[in-house]
């Protein structure tokens, strides 16, 4: 994995991710971030780093868009969204947005393992947490 950091945007995949979401239509960007989370989310296969990492980069802009969670300041997030633009999510896509960080969390998930191995996790956590909190408060109101 190309990780920098241990934030939801500080890695080769999200940012490629990142990239794709930027370049596609107005019209497109929730389809995008939708089928992220439901890469991750759905997944009963190992799931692998790249579609990991989409997912919690998609996760951290619905964590943002529609609960208040932490802004999405990344230089690698794209332009639009670091300006102050939005995408338009929907509140469907909070819950879906925990089950893929669950899903990234949990067993055969090379995304975690590989910050397991890293560190047992503790920084990526401390970047996640803050996500699936934002997200929390997001399905109980």
């Known amino acids: 994995m190309g990780a920098w950091d241990s934030g939801p945007f500080d890695n080769d995949s999200a940012a490629d991710w990142c ?36 997912a ?18 990344s230089a690698y997030a794209p332009d639009f969204l670091r300006e102050g633009g939005g995408i338009g999510l929907s509140d469907d896509l909070v819950p879906l947005a925990l089950r893929a960080l669950d899903r990234v969390l949990g067993e055969d998930s090379e995304l975690w393992e590989l910050w397991e191995e890293a560190d047992d996790g503790r920084s990526f956590l401390a970047e996640i947490e803050p ?5 929390a408060r997001g399905t109980s109101g």
């Open 19 to 54: 990239g794709d979401l930027g370049a596609a239509g107005p019209e497109d960007r929730v389809g995008v971030v939708r089928q992220a989370l439901l890469g991750a989310a759905e997944s009963v296969d190992y799931l692998e780093v790249d579609e990991g990492s989409a």
């Open 131 to 135: 996500l699936r909190a934002a997200l």
């Open 56 to 73: 919690v980069a998609a996760a951290a802009i619905v964590a943002a868009e529609c609960c208040g969670g932490p802004p999405v300041t």
